[in-house]
Every structure is written in structure tokens, then in C-alpha cells.
């Protein structure tokens, strides 16, 4: 519109202060080019104000009697320059769009690559992920296969258990007493000193656990509609996510292992699965270590009475001596009247 007007002012000043059509018609034509530039701006608006302009000034011409060959003349260059001028914008136009669906191809193109690199960089890391676990479980198999000594084999599982899975605040391992219809805290790790781990026995969640032989998850224990979340703080227990899973070797249940975190929300699906694995791990270790134990005890002690064999007795009463040879000290040997008769009615075993 600024042209447009720009264009009118221009031309009448020309008109009043230059009578001669002579002279007047190259400015003529230049106005001419110039108003074709709005439709290279804008074709619709462009066209419409262009086709205004040229009629008002061809009005205009004939109102002050310019000569015909200067009108006609005059009529060739505005059709011929508006012909070009939209011919040139449509082409402008479709090459413009041209452009912009190569430009939207090679974007889409670009977000399926991000978005497949994205994708691959997520795989990657979960694989390295999973690499690690798995490098880690095999250090851990490692470290327990070969351990008898069933104090420091506890410490290990339950340290490591934390590590490997890097979530939750204090692991614990219980055994279960069938004799007491108990689980009995066997061995406990903590992330941090202040962890406090008052009740020595298991709550519902090792009952549940025990009855169903499967791992537990607890994301809230607050929402979780299994158990009473007062009736598990009563055991002192203070947590709100857990994962759990039963170490059971040869078909027996051994004991549970479990993860406390004060937390809601703090274990997955895959973190249940990696310790239900560490479970399994532990469990052949752990019954190595209860088979050497046994083993250990049968060797020095009498499996019915549980006392010490006479080789072991001989060996405590050598290092009685050597430890404290001033002492006095007595043995007292007691034998039971006629016990024969009844090995021999009863049996000896």
C-alpha cells in the first residue's frame, strides 16, 4: 500500500511540473516496473493493488488527453510486465516449495536418524549396562563359590547384594529356624552407621515370601493392599520399598534375601530379577557351607549326644595344658552301670 500511494504522489508531481508526454513516458515505464514488484511480493495482494494502480493512472492519462500511441503503448508494457511479473512469482513460488518439501524431506529424514541414533545410544547403554551386571554377578560368583566359611560368605552376599544392585539402603539375610516357625536375622549390611537394624526376627513380608517361594516386590508399603503396613512397623522396621527374594537349594528353603530402601518407588522389575539371580548364586554356596559345617561337626562331635569325639577331646585337653600348665584343674569320668544291656535290647543307634 506504501508503494502503491508512493507510486500515485510520485507520478502526479511529474504530471503537473512536466507537461511533456515525451518525457513523461520513461518514468512511466519505470513506474510500470516498480509496481510489478508487489506482485513478486505478495502475488494475490501484489496483483490486485497492481491492476488498481495501472487502471487509476491509464484513467488518469486519459483524462489529460495523452496521445493513443503513448496509451497503447503504455497498455503493452503493463500487461506485458504483469504477465512476467506473475509468471516469475509462480515459478519463484513452486521452486520456493519445491524447496521447502526437500527442506521437510531432509528434516524428517534427520528426526528418523536422531531419533534411531537416540534409540541406539538407549540400547547401548543398556547393554552396557547388562555387561556390567553380568560382569559384576560373575566377579560375585566368584568371590562366594570357593568361601566355606559361612560369617564372612553372609558378609559377602549381603555387601555385594547392595553394590550390584546400587538401590536401597540396608541388606538383610534371614535363615529359617522350622524347629521355632522363625526367620532368624542371619547377617545384615548398611549403606550408612546411623542404619540400626532393631528386630533380629522377620516380619509378614519373609512369611509371605516363605509361603508363595517366590521373589517380593513392594514399591510402597503404604499402598501395597497385601500387607498391614502398622502391623510391619510394629517389628521396628522402618522402610517403604523392598525387594525380596527366597534362597532355596535342592528344593529347600534356606533363607531370604532382601533389600530395604526408605524410599517409595526405588526398586523395578529388573532389580527383583537381578537379586532373585544373587539368591540363587547364594543358595549353592550357602548349603556348601552348611554341608562343611555339618561335615566339620560330625568329624569332632557325636551326632546324637553332640559330644566331642575322643580324638577332639584329647585335642582340647593338650591345649588346655599347653595354654595354662600351672593350673589345676580335675576331669571327672562318669560311666553308666550295665548301659550294655540296654544297647542291646534298644539297638545301638
Avoid at 219 to 233: M, P, T, Y
Avoid at 252 to 263: H, M, P, V, Y
Avoid at 264 to 274: K, N
Wanted: with cysteine; net charge negative.
Amino acid at each position: 500500500v506504501i508503494i502503491f500511494l508512493f507510486h500515485i504522489i510520485s507520478f502526479s508531481f511529474l504530471l503537473i511540473f512536466f507537461q511533456d508526454p515525451g518525457f513523461h513516458f520513461p518514468f512511466l515505464v519505470l513506474l510500470v516496473f516498480s509496481a510489478s514488484s508487489l506482485i513478486l511480493i505478495r502475488l494475490e495482494l501484489g496483483l490486485v493493488l497492481y491492476i488498481i494502480e495501472m487502471l487509476l493512472l491509464l484513467v488518469f492519462l486519459s483524462a489529460l488527453k495523452y496521445p493513443d500511441s503513448f496509451l497503447a503503448n503504455f497498455i503493452a508494457v503493463v500487461l506485458s510486465v504483469g504477465a512476467i511479473s506473475v509468471v516469475v512469482k509462480l515459478r519463484r513460488q513452486r521452486y520456493l516449495n519445491s524447496l521447502k518439501l526437500q527442506v521437510e524431506s531432509v528434516e524428517e529424514k534427520v528426526n528418523l536418524s536422531s531419533s534411531d541414533y537416540f534409540e541406539l545410544v538407549k540400547i547401548n547403554e543398556a547393554l552396557e549396562k547388562k555387561i556390567h551386571r553380568f560382569t559384576d554377578l560373575r566377579k560375585f560368583s566368584e568371590d562366594i563359590i570357593a568361601n566355606l566359611d559361612l560369617a564372612e560368605l553372609l558378609n559377602i552376599i549381603s555387601a555385594k547384594s547392595l553394590e550390584i544392585i546400587s538401590k536401597g539402603d540396608v541388606a538383610l539375610i534371614y535363615f529359617f529356624d522350622s524347629k521355632n516357625d522363625v526367620f532368624n536375622l542371619a547377617n545384615s549390611y548398611a549403606l550408612s552407621s546411623k542404619i540400626r537394624i532393631k528386630a533380629k526376627t522377620g516380619d509378614p513380608c519373609e512369611s509371605w515370601v516363605f509361603r508363595q517361594r517366590t521373589p517380593l516386590l513392594i514399591n510402597d508399603v503404604l499402598r501395597d493392599f497385601r500387607f498391614d503396613s502398622e502391623e510391619i512397623f510394629s517389628y521396628g522396621r522402618k522402610f517403604r520399598s523392598l525387594i525380596s527374594a527366597p534362597i532355596i537349594s535342592r528344593d529347600k528353603l534356606l533363607g531370604i534375601l532382601r533389600i530395604d530402601s526408605t524410599a517409595a518407588d526405588e526398586f523395578g522389575v529388573d532389580d527383583l530379577r537381578l537379586l532373585d539371580i544373587i539368591a540363587a548364586l547364594s543358595a549353592i554356596a550357602i548349603d556348601n557351607a552348611f554341608l562343611f559345617q555339618k561335615t566339620e561337626e560330625l568329624a569332632i562331635q557325636d551326632s546324637l549326644t553332640k559330644f566331642y569325639l575322643r580324638r577332639e577331646f584329647l585335642n582340647l585337653l593338650e591345649k588346655r595344658l599347653k595354654d595354662k600348665p600351672q593350673d589345676n584343674f580335675s576331669l571327672l569320668m562318669i560311666d553308666i552301670d550295665d548301659f550294655k544291656k540296654c544297647n542291646d535290647s534298644y539297638g545301638h543307634i
